[in-house]
């Protein structure tokens, strides 16, 4: 049996104890990436992992990309990055392996994906949820995590601007 758990906001979805319109965050600095057009050509597959070591658990984790731009969504483990997965425009993508623990959420979107440098070549923005996601397992359940990356109304998360530097790339 799972547990499933829905975090929503301004671009995520869990139970967070606010419940207003949490606005898009903004980088406190920009980054302007050039980028070759083939390599901009090669845009990643909705729900395609771009980094991951995490695996094995029985954790998942449902992202939705309400927006109009691409979005890359990682999860770090205290100070390691642990996972990344690439979620097309008005797509939704999944993760179902993810160990247990509790995850720092960090989002980049934007357009122009750059494999090669892990970036996106136009107008990226990078935030942070406030909350984490903790993921735990008995012998009966595992936890669900549903993230929405677009604003909800009455949504119950929060984010932050990062600096593109402090990113988890």
């Known amino acids: ?13 869990a139970v967070l104890l606010t419940s207003s319109v949490a606005a898009p965050a903004t980088a406190t600095s920009q980054e302007t990436v050039a980028v070759s057009s ?12 771009l980094y991951d070591r995490i695996s094995g658990g029985p954790g998942r984790l449902k992202i939705k990309n309400g927006n109009s731009r691409d979005a890359v969504v990682t999860l770090v483990r205290g100070r390691s990055k642990a996972i990344s ?32 440098r892990g ?7 990078y ?14 359940s595992s936890t669900v995590w549903t993230l929405t990356i677009n604003p909800v109304r009455n949504g119950n998360a929060r984010t932050t601007g990062v600096n593109p530097r402090d990113f988890p790339a």
């Open 1 to 13: 049996m799972t547990k499933p758990r829905t975090l929503a906001g301004a671009m995520l979805a």
């Open 38 to 49: 083939a390599e901009a050509a090669a845009r990643p597959g909705n729900g395609k992992i």
């Open 85 to 116: 997965i690439y979620v097309r425009a008005r797509s939704t993508a999944s993760v179902r392996d993810v160990r247990d623990g509790t995850y720092t959420i960090f989002f980049t979107s934007g357009y122009r994906f750059s494999t090669s």
């Open 119 to 125: 970036r996106f070549a136009g107008a990226p923005s």
């Open 127 to 140: 935030q942070r949820f406030t909350q984490k996601l903790r993921f735990s397992t008995t012998a009966t």
